[in-house]
């Protein structure tokens, strides 16, 4: 079945540093989502990827649609610690969604 | 305010005992699911529903029921829970179809003793 990886599962990070986090299928995807659950939250829908190569900023959070539509990053600039949660990418393939196991962010203040 | 209501937030009990959580949507979608998140594993699907009585099993079924009598409601039943029935268990609904936007509920926190 179809298997969504998503790399690395703990990201540790200075505030005001950048970084990645990084999600790989293992089936060409029909489009991608990523949420973020804050602690103690829910899940809650950033935003969706349909086409191959695409990119997409919300404000410090800029979203990547890989050409392959295998794989899509979610690269966060200047970090705060409103960016504490855990990220999640779900990617979509006839109709079905998996989502990977997410990356839990952390931010040294 | 569009929302998914799950209840309730917090439950304990005991193994063999039957229970349902209730799951309801003010969105009018035809789409809802019931998924469990665990440590290292992220979201997985336990049973999804298309539309009213029409349901079908997801990832991981075993030890649970679904019905959907109505549009808004999706109650998920444990007819005898287990221990590695505890977990954290979302709600959710999208407009038609599962790979669209999905709306989660607020979560039930779930220990079987």
């Known amino acids: 079945g179809q298997q969504v990886m998503q790399i690395p599962q703990y990201q540790h990070v200075q505030e005001g540093e950048d970084f990645t986090t990084y999600c790989n299928s293992s089936?060409?995807?029909?489009?991608i989502q990523w949420y973020k659950q804050r602690p103690g939250g829910h899940p809650v829908f950033l935003i969706q990827?349909?086409?191959?190569?695409e990119v997409k900023k919300q404000k410090r959070l800029t979203f990547q649609f890989g050409e392959a539509k295998k794989n899509s990053s979610l690269h966060i600039t200047a970090t705060q610690t409103t960016d504490v949660g855990t990220y999640f990418c779900a990617g979509a393939n006839d109709y079905k969604l998996s989502f990977g196991a997410g990356t839990t962010v952390t931010v040294r203040a | 305010e569009a929302q998914v209501t799950q209840n309730p937030r917090y439950l304990i009990t005991v193994t063999g005992k039957k229970l349902t959580v209730t799951c309801s949507q003010n969105m009018n979608h035809e789409y809802m699911s019931w998924y469990r998140q665990d440590p290292g594993l992220g979201l997985r699907q336990i049973y999804y529903s298309m539309n009213v009585e029409v349901t079908d099993k997801g990832d991981v079924p075993e030890g649970y029921k679904v019905s959907r009598k109505e549009k808004r409601n999706f109650p998920l039943i444990l007819e005898s829970p287990s221990p590695n029935q505890t977990s954290l268990y979302f709600c959710?609904?999208?407009?038609?179809?599962?790979?669209?936007?999905?709306?989660f509920g607020q979560g039930t926190r779930l220990t079987v003793v």
């Open positions: 959710a609904s999208s407009f038609y179809r599962e790979d669209t936007e999905a709306f």
């Open positions: 089936t060409t995807l029909s489009n």
């Open positions: 990827l349909v086409k191959s190569g």
